[in-house]
């Protein structure tokens, strides 16, 4: 899904700072009732982050269709990346209005990096 982006801070593994571009649909995922949600800050002059950085990620499944994604976790303190998994969030769907939790969390993938 594509859409309006911006530049965030993303804290890596380490605690460094670096600026990534996330699309704000990505950003804003948040669950109906909380409990899963991104810390999100602007990113300012922190620098991009280098090449052979993977980003952490977490994995869900549309309910209704079983269409699977992931989302990029900004933070690793954010409750998005803490939920267990099975926990239900709010992913918006192209053409049409999204009023409750609509998918569910199914994994994740820790951050990764080799220097180049």
Request: a positive charge; charged letters at 20%; aromatic letters at 6%.
């Amino acid at each position: 899904m594509s859409g309006p982006s911006s530049r965030n801070r993303y804290i890596s593994d380490q605690g460094t700072n670096y600026a990534v571009r996330l699309p704000n649909w990505e950003r804003d995922v948040d669950a109906t009732g909380g409990g899963a949600a991104q810390n999100v800050t602007a990113a300012t002059t922190e620098p991009g982050l280098p090449k052979g950085y993977r980003r952490r990620k977490r994995y869900y499944v549309i309910t209704a269709s079983g269409v699977e994604g992931s989302i990029t976790v900004l933070d690793p303190a954010s409750t998005l990346w803490t939920a267990a998994d099975g926990h239900a969030i709010l992913i918006p769907l192209f053409n049409s209005a999204v009023v409750a939790n609509n998918a569910t969390l199914r994994g994740s993938t820790g951050e990764r990096h080799k220097t180049i």
